[in-house]
C-alpha cells in the first residue's frame, strides 16, 4: 500500500475539440496514473454535474486534492472515491465536478495498478476473467445530437455477436464501417461523420435501416460470423414533454407509437440490442417494451446511478444498462452498479462518451468487470485507442 503523494490537473483537449479535465496522480512509491474525463452531447438529466474544467479543476484543488495527497492509500479504490465524494458534499459532483472527480478516480486505479506491476484490468478485478470478452457495438450511422441534418435515431450500431475474437469483432465494426460508406457511394449520398466517426447522411431513419442491413449482411457473409445491429434512440432528445410525443424528422409518436414502432423495428431487422428507445422518466414505457423481447438499455433512465437501477429493477424496466463512469463520478459508483445489474439479470454495457480522449480505462472496465458488451465506436484515434487496447488485453491475456 503507498499513499497518494501528489495530484496534479490540467485542461487537455477532447475529439470535439473541447477542453476537458486531465489527472496525474503519482505515488509516494514512485507510482504514477493518467487519465481524462469524457464528455456527453446527449446528456441524462440526471447525470452527475460537468462543470467547466477551468472552475472543475480550481474547485477540486481546493476542496479534493488536500485530502487525498499524503492521506488517501492509492491502492484502496473504494477509499479514494470516499473522499472525492466527501470532498465534494453534494449528490450529484456539483462542487467539484464530476469530470474532475472522474479524472481523478480512474487516475489513482491507473497509478495503483502500476504500482503492483499489474495491468489496469486485473487490478480492477480481471484476474479471473478474460475466457468472455466484451462484443463491442460500432456506431456505423448517427445523427440526433451528435451531427446535424442526418439520422433522428442518435446511432446504429454494429453488433458483431457470433465473433470469435475481441479483434475480428473490432475489424468487422470497421469493416461495416466501410460497407455503409460504399453502399452511401453507389447511391450517391454524400456523408461526413459525426462526433463520434459514425457516417452522419442527410437520410430518413428507414434510408439508413436498409442500409445498415445491407452493410452488416455483406460483411457477414464476408467474414462467415453472424453480425446484427442495433440502436441508440437517445429518445429523451427527441421527446416533447408539453406535447408527450417523439419528434422525427417529418412525423411525430405518442407513446404507444413509439413503443409499437420500436417493437416493429426489432422484429424486422432483428436487432440484438436497444437503447433508450423512450424518454428518460418513462420506467413504465421501458418495462412495456422490454416485455416485447431483445435487449433493451437504459442510458439516460439509469446514468449509472444504482437508485434508479434499483427502481427499474422493481418495475422490470429494461433488461441491460449503459454503464458510463463520468455519468456518476467514480470508479466504485460505476462497479457498483454493474454488480447490482449483473445480480438482477441486467447486461451491463461499458461505455465511451461522443467527447472522448485517447484515455483507454473502459476498455479495462469492461474486461475487469466481465461486461458482456462495450460500445466505444468504430473508427476514429479516440475510439481505436480503446478498441486497439482491446485487442492488446484479448492478446495478453489468452496468449494468441
Ligand atoms: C450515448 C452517448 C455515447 P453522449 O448517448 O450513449 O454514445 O452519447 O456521450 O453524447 O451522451
Ligand atoms: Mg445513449
Redesign the pocket.
Known amino acids: 500500500m503507498t499513499l497518494v503523494s501528489e495530484v496534479r490537473l490540467r485542461q487537455v483537449l477532447d475529439s470535439r475539440g473541447n477542453r476537458t479535465v486531465e489527472a496525474d496522480v503519482v505515488t509516494e512509491s514512485g507510482g504514477f496514473g493518467r487519465a481524462a474525463a469524457p464528455s456527453?452531447?446527449?446528456?441524462g438529466e440526471y447525470e452527475a454535474i460537468e462543470l467547466d474544467p477551468s472552475e472543475a479543476i480550481a474547485s477540486a484543488r481546493e476542496h479534493a486534492v488536500p485530502r487525498l495527497e499524503g492521506k488517501v492509500y492509492v491502492g484502496d479504490q473504494r477509499d479514494v472515491d470516499r473522499t472525492l465524494r466527501a470532498a465534494d458534499a453534494t449528490d450529484d459532483f456539483s462542487e467539484i465536478g464530476a469530470n474532475s472527480a472522474v479524472a481523478i478516480s480512474m487516475a489513482a486505479a491507473k497509478a495503483a495498478a502500476d504500482v503492483t506491476g499489474a495491468p489496469l484490468y486485473q487490478h480492477l478485478g480481471g484476474a479471473f476473467r478474460g475466457e468472455a470478452f466484451p462484443t463491442p457495438l460500432g456506431?456505423v450511422v448517427g445523427g440526433g445530437?451528435?451531427a446535424a441534418d442526418a439520422t433522428a435515431i442518435?446511432?446504429f450500431l454494429s453488433a458483431p455477436v457470433g465473433a470469435p475474437s475481441v479483434q475480428d469483432a473490432v475489424f468487422a465494426n470497421a469493416a461495416v464501417h466501410q460497407e455503409v460508406h460504399d453502399l452511401l457511394e453507389e447511391r450517391g449520398i454524400a456523408a461526413g461523420k459525426g462526433d463520434?466517426g459514425a457516417w452522419a447522411p442527410s437520410i430518413d431513419d428507414e434510408e439508413a435501416f436498409e442500409i445498415v442491413a445491407e452493410a452488416t449482411d455483406a460483411v457477414a457473409d464476408e467474414v462467415g460470423f453472424e453480425i446484427r445491429f442495433g440502436l441508440?434512440v437517445?429518445a429523451a432528445e427527441m421527446y416533447d414533454a408539453d406535447d408527450e410525443e417523439y419528434v422525427y424528422r417529418d412525423t411525430t409518436r405518442d407513446t404507444d407509437e413509439q413503443i409499437e414502432y420500436v417493437a416493429d423495428l426489432v422484429e424486422e431487422y432483428d436487432l440484438a440490442y436497444v437503447?433508450d428507445p423512450l424518454d428518460e422518466d418513462d420506467y413504465e414505457g421501458f418495462a412495456e417494451l422490454t416485455d416485447r423481447g431483445t435487449l433493451i438499455c437504459g442510458?439516460d433512465l439509469f446514468v449509472t446511478n444504482v437508485e434508479r437501477l434499483e427502481a427499474g429493477i422493481e418495475q422490470g424496466a429494461a433488461n441491460a444498462i449503459?454503464v458510463k463512469p463520468n455519468q456518476i463520478g467514480t470508479l466504485s459508483d460505476a462497479v457498483d452498479a454493474v454488480e447490482l445489474a449483473v445480480e438482477n439479470g441486467y447486461k451491463p454495457v461499458i461505455?465511451?462518451?461522443?467527447?472522448e480522449t485517447e484515455d483507454t480505462t473502459i476498455a479495462h472496465l469492461a474486461v475487469a468487470t466481465g461486461a458482456p458488451y462495450i460500445?466505444t465506436g468504430a473508427v476514429g484515434g479516440e475510439r481505436t485507442a480503446k478498441l486497439n487496447e482491446l485487442i492488446r488485453i484479448e492478446q495478453n491475456v489468452s496468449r494468441l
Open positions: 456527453g452531447a446527449s446528456t456506431n445530437e451528435h442518435q446511432e463520434e441508440d437517445a437503447e442510458d449503459l461505455s465511451h462518451r461522443s467527447g460500445k
